[in-house]
């Protein structure tokens, strides 16, 4: 059917409401402080309802499903099981760290554990790291939207990079997370609709979409192969090699990735922190199955109708929205444009706050000689963000306009790589007394190092001819192992770590009012 102006009043209200939440918060913010982790005074829910969100964007919406209807049920729950693993360590590790120690930064334990350099690697890693994601996500955005609203994507980049601004510029992280925890919600509902829209168009419903789906293949047939339960780095689906990668990748995505470490920071003390996480490790399996049960319906209806013929170069993120423009009465398309536009907001605005708290935490305020002003930090904070904010629209149209097709790709992979050496650091940190700055400095290099290497060198050539790739979940897992090994054994070449630099920095060197501390803000 396509947009008219129904769809379009849709979008608007729902953007304009959201804008008016925003406004609640623009006079509550009196320093940066309150700006950034909004005073300590968000709730779990709240918290975790903007993790959530925040690590849901229009291309995992659009992707999940996608993915299903190529590739059924290869891999799936493997994140789940990773995420429910890593969830102790994160809780009696990173947040208990980040929580006593008072800070708005996660970078800000670098130094005091190692040095201001590694400080501002780690944070110079985030800042480019962060910004590529957002554009991005920003840009990947526009073009799953553009044909299907019909706004133009250069159009539709400025709409959602100026809207995401305006939410975080208006009321801070506050503002943020409450705008997420209302988007978190018209994901939800949106997808919950779109189901119900999917197995509509099946006649037998459920069980006639089984059967399809069982008949191509598109079962848990996959876990019979003894290939995908070996340890060869070149089965794309190795069930170990995944669950190993995704646990590594869990850590770094919500245990030391300042969009989640800043939620974190924002509510009372540990014990709300780990609710927190939970509301997002828990929330997050109904909307995989959602998408999973949508993916696989579409795979039924494509095949029952033919409309596989219409798949313009096997453009699969272009599923949802073709079905959508077909099958959706007007306004109601409009609602699943919000659904779509609410998953892109919540994590562009989350990144670009992120951004400028790190930009204004580990550089500004920790090479300015004299404290800001309660409104100086303030003017700063906005300014950054609509710094960051300009920077990743920026980006999102050289995406666009460049003649690399692969950017968005290679961009996410890049991504990945770092992170495992980041990730290493903090383990170092947290985990092993005896490393110093130079081991840890060291390590992160080698790390990245044979990371890079693994993903884009390590090849196989295949019987038939084809070029093999390692797991896309291998080169994450020899980052963080590389970080650590090197990092430990090059730390016995420089001098041990002053105590300073131990006490209540490393989980063995707590004093007992230390261990009382932490237990006590845990248990609160």
Same mark, same amino acid.
């Given at each position: 059917m396509g947009f008219n102006w129904l769809d379009y009043l849709v979008l608007f209200v729902y953007l304009a409401g959201l804008m008016l939440v925003a406004t609640k918060f623009l006079h509550e913010q009196h320093n940066s402080k309150e700006f950034f982790v909004a005073g300590n005074s968000i709730p779990w829910w709240g918290a975790g309802m903007s993790?959530?969100?925040? /690590?849901?964007?229009?291309?995992?919406?659009?992707?999940?499903?996608? $993915?299903?209807?190529?590739? =059924?049920?290869?891999?799936?729950?493997?994140?789940? /099981?990773?995420?429910?693993?890593? *969830? #102790?360590?994160?809780?009696? %590790? &990173?947040?208990?760290?980040?929580?006593?120690?008072? +800070? %708005?930064?996660?970078?800000?334990?670098?130094?005091?554990r190692f040095s201001l350099g590694i400080r501002l690697i780690g944070s110079s890693f985030f800042l480019l790291m962060r910004a590529l994601y957002i554009g991005v996500v920003i840009y990947a955005s526009a073009i799953a939207l553009g044909p299907f609203t019909g706004i133009p994507v250069m159009w539709l980049m400025v709409i959602v990079g100026v809207c995401s601004a305006l939410y975080a510029v208006t009321g801070g992280i506050k503002a943020v997370i409450w705008t997420d925890v209302i988007q978190l919600v018209v994901v939800y509902l949106g997808i919950a609709y779109l189901l119900a829209m999917v197995f509509n168009r099946i006649e037998g419903g459920f069980p006639e979409m089984w059967r399809i789906a069982t008949e191509r293949g598109h079962d848990f047939s996959y876990l019979k192969s003894a290939e995908n339960w070996g340890l060869s780095p070149f089965v794309p689906n190795a069930f170990f090699l995944l669950l190993v990668g995704m646990f590594f990748n869990a850590?770094?995505?919500?245990?030391?990735?300042?969009?989640?470490?800043?939620?974190? /920071?924002?509510? @009372?003390?540990? @014990?709300?922190?780990?609710k927190a996480l939970l509301v997002d490790v828990f929330g997050a399996i109904p909307i995989g199955f959602l998408m999973m049960a949508v993916g696989l319906g579409l795979f039924a209806w494509y095949h029952t109708t033919g409309g596989l013929e219409h798949l313009a170069e096997?453009?699969?993120?272009?599923?949802?929205?073709?079905?959508?423009?077909?099958? &959706? #009465?007007?306004?109601?398309?409009?609602?699943?444009?919000?659904?779509?536009?609410? *998953? %892109?907001?919540?994590?562009?605005?989350?990144?670009?706050?992120?951004?400028?708290?790190?930009?204004?935490? $580990? &550089?500004?305020l920790r090479f300015r000689k004299s404290p800001l002003s309660d409104a100086g930090s303030i003017f700063y904070a906005r300014l950054w963000t609509v710094v960051w904010a300009a920077l990743c629209i920026g980006l999102a149209f050289f995406i666009y306009v460049s003649a690399y097709d692969n950017i968005a790709r290679v961009s996410g992979q890049v991504i990945g790589?770092?992170?495992?050496?980041?990730?290493?650091?903090?383990?170092?940190?947290?985990?092993? #007394?005896?490393?110093?700055?130079?081991?840890?400095?060291?390590?992160?290099?080698?790390?990245?190092? %044979?990371? +890079?290497? *693994?993903?884009?060198?390590?090849?196989?050539?295949?019987?038939?001819?084809?070029? !093999?790739?390692?797991?896309?979940?291998?080169?994450?897992?020899?980052?963080? !192992?590389?970080?650590?090994?090197? =990092?430990?054994?090059?730390s016995f070449c420089f001098?041990?770590?002053?105590?300073?630099?131990?006490?209540? !920095?490393?989980?063995?060197?707590?004093?007992?009012?230390? @261990?009382? !501390?932490?237990?006590?803000?845990?248990?609160?």
């Open positions: 993790i959530l969100a925040t /690590l849901v964007s229009t291309v995992s919406i659009l992707g999940g499903p996608a $993915d299903f209807f190529r590739y =059924g049920f290869e891999g799936f729950g493997i994140w789940y /099981l990773a995420t429910f693993l890593a *969830a #102790p360590v994160i809780i009696f %590790v &990173f947040i208990r760290f980040f929580l006593n120690l008072g +800070i %708005v930064s996660a970078y800000e334990y670098l130094e005091k850590l770094a995505q919500k245990g030391t990735d300042q969009m989640t470490v800043q939620r974190y /920071l924002s509510t @009372r003390n540990a @014990r709300e922190s780990a096997n453009n699969y993120n272009g599923l949802l929205p073709e079905f959508v423009a077909r099958e &959706f #009465p007007h306004g109601f398309a409009g609602l699943f444009a919000a659904a779509l536009m609410a *998953a %892109v907001i919540s994590t562009v605005d989350s990144g670009m706050n992120c951004l400028a708290t790190v930009t204004m935490t $580990d &550089f500004q790589l770092f992170s495992g050496s980041i990730l290493g650091i903090f383990l170092l940190g947290m985990l092993v #007394p005896r490393v110093n700055a130079p081991g840890a400095g060291i390590g992160a290099v080698a790390g990245g190092a %044979v990371a +890079i290497w *693994a993903n884009y060198f390590w090849v196989r050539q295949a019987p038939d001819g084809n070029i !093999l790739h390692v797991c896309y979940m291998v080169p994450i897992t020899l980052g963080v !192992l590389t970080t650590l090994g090197v =990092g430990v054994l090059t001098a041990p770590p002053r105590r300073e630099q131990l006490r209540g !920095l490393n989980i063995w060197h707590l004093t007992e009012r230390e @261990r009382n !501390l932490t237990d006590r803000k845990a248990e609160q």
